[in-house]
């Protein structure tokens, strides 16, 4: 497998544990709004109004929050990638040299690393120089448009499920269908994100449902002293 390809993997993984973390974030937050307001009353109307205003917030909070902090990020590799690019022109040797110690700490010892730094400089010095030192590749820099649009269909996803159960059943079914999908959803996603991770899965499962129930908890006690007094 290629460097290239490893890059691309790596950040298909990333993108797809922001996805999955974005839509735990969806059904907590939605499912702790819905039943708060359910604790307060029986209006379809009102949960319904409250549900889809907590989820467009949410959804657009997510993605101009991602938005702004991958386009700091874009920005920062775009200069550190300019700082390289000057320095190349301005000081090849010192680079070479730069380079060929970078490779001996990564175990190979100094005729070999220099014959790969002269290798790789010759082939695309600031590639290479990007790869090793900075971490970073060139041509796959993060979009944050896309960013932003992922995050938004991720908690729009994760934030339809408590929606519509709290909304479909009737008054009295309302908050028990509603959790137990709710709990269900968050081990679902408490699975995943271990696996991606590589993480223990029963304390990321534990972990997620306790939050999210904790939520559940507070909101529904706190809505449904709201609406008695």
Do not use: K
């Amino acid at each position: 497998m290629t460097d290239t390809q490893s890059a691309a993997i790596s950040t298909r993984l990333n993108w797809l544990r922001a996805g999955v973390l974005g839509a735990n974030d969806g059904i907590i937050s939605t499912a702790g709004l819905v039943v708060g307001v359910a604790g307060a009353t029986t209006s379809r109307t009102a949960i319904l109004t409250a549900g889809v205003a907590g989820l467009l917030a949410g959804a657009l909070s997510m993605a101009a929050g991602e938005y702004v902090s991958v386009s700091s990020q874009r920005d920062s590799e775009r200069a550190a990638l300019e700082v390289e690019r000057r320095e190349l022109a301005e000081e090849p040797e010192a680079e070479l040299d730069e380079l060929t110690g970078m490779l001996m700490e990564r175990g190979l010892d100094h005729a070999v690393a220099r014959e790969a730094a002269e290798q790789l400089t010759e082939r695309d010095a600031l590639r290479a120089h990007a790869r090793v030192e900075l971490g970073i590749e060139p041509d796959e820099l993060a979009n944050p448009w896309h960013a932003a649009f992922a995050s938004l269909v991720a908690f729009t996803v994760g934030a339809v499920l408590p929606l519509l159960a709290i909304v479909l059943p009737g008054p009295s079914g309302r908050v028990p269908v509603t959790v137990t999908a709710v709990l269900a959803a968050l081990t679902l996603c408490g699975v995943v994100s271990a696996r991606l991770g590589g993480a223990p899965v029963p304390r990321a499962v534990l972990r997620n449902v306790l939050g999210g129930a904790l939520a559940m908890a507070v909101t529904y006690a706190v809505g449904t002293w709201l609406g008695t007094a």
